[in-house]
């Protein structure tokens, strides 16, 4: 009788270099974005295209910069995204915990109807949401934009959900039984153990807010108000031909998402791989 084979391992030699090849494929797009932001007008319609701009050409983003009130965007678009992050921790933290820890009467059942609500795209509730707001008189306002943060996201919940189910359920009876409010245990405890998932929630929630277009464009009215991505989208209609300034500007409003992202990888790949360990 022949001993069970082992599945076929491809060297890893092999797979570093196929994924480097793909990590160089999805960064020409970004890679292009950066060089032809350091071109002039001329090297910039050249043909066949120079990948490395000779000479650098700065005052694409000093004149970029100039062209519109970026320095305000940024402040509206950072205080948005502050105020959403904090919301959504804090009431998605709260749900999911309610949903891992706690024991109540048709637990279960809420936590399926909420991932329903997954399933409703947010073009069914766009008209009836703006309809609440406007009768609320929050139009032309930053509250549409960070108030919903304080209501849960589904995604998030669930993405939390599934990490407090791993965390051991011995210590959260010892915490009850020495005295520990529910509260205080998802405060003290439960919390500082899933820096991971949190991590993971505060990246997509920044990431969210500081891309989101259709809100701001829906919402916001007064030119003061802007966001960067609205900002940036106003720029390329006025600036439109003026491809080196306009590709500066979108350089910029990236940046900090690449950036953000590098620095928080691994914790944030650590939760989004213990998330889903137990169901």
């Known amino acids: 009788m022949k001993p ?34 350091f071109k002039g007008d001329a090297q910039i319609m050249k043909y066949p295209p120079d990948w490395i701009p000779n000479p650098l050409v700065l005052k694409n983003y000093q004149e970029g910069l100039r062209a519109a009130p970026f320095g305000l965007y940024l402040l509206n678009t950072l205080g948005i995204a502050t105020v959403v992050i904090v919301g959504t921790m804090v009431s998605c933290s709260l749900v999911a915990y309610s949903f891992a820890i706690l024991r109540w009467p048709k637990r279960d059942l809420f936590f399926f109807l909420m991932l329903c609500t997954m399933m409703l795209p947010g073009q069914v509730t766009m008209i009836p949401i703006f309809m609440v707001f406007r009768k609320l008189g929050w139009i032309n306002t930053f509250l549409p934009l960070v108030v919903p943060a304080f209501f849960g996201n589904a995604f998030f919940i669930f993405l939390l959900r599934q990490f407090f189910l791993t965390i051991p359920r011995d210590l959260i009876d010892q915490a009850r039984i020495d005295g520990c409010s529910e509260f205080r245990l998802w405060w003290q405890i439960v ?34 108000k802007y966001t960067l991505s609205l900002g940036l989208a106003m720029f390329r209609g006025q600036y439109g031909s003026q491809f080196g300034q306009l590709m500066a500007v979108s350089t910029l409003m990236i940046l900090p998402v690449i950036v953000l992202f590098f620095f928080t990888q691994k914790t944030f790949i650590q939760g989004i791989k213990t998330s889903g360990l137990k169901g």
């Open 4 to 37: 069970p084979t082992e599945p076929r391992r491809w060297p890893r030699g092999l797979v570093y270099a196929a994924l480097i090849l793909l990590s160089l494929l999805f960064m020409l797009p970004f890679a292009w974005l950066v060089s032809t932001s």
């Open 191 to 224: 919390l500082p153990l899933s820096k991971p998932a949190l991590a993971t929630v505060g990246l997509f929630t920044f990431m969210g807010a500081w891309n989101d277009f259709l809100g701001p464009l829906i919402y916001l009215v007064d030119e003061g």
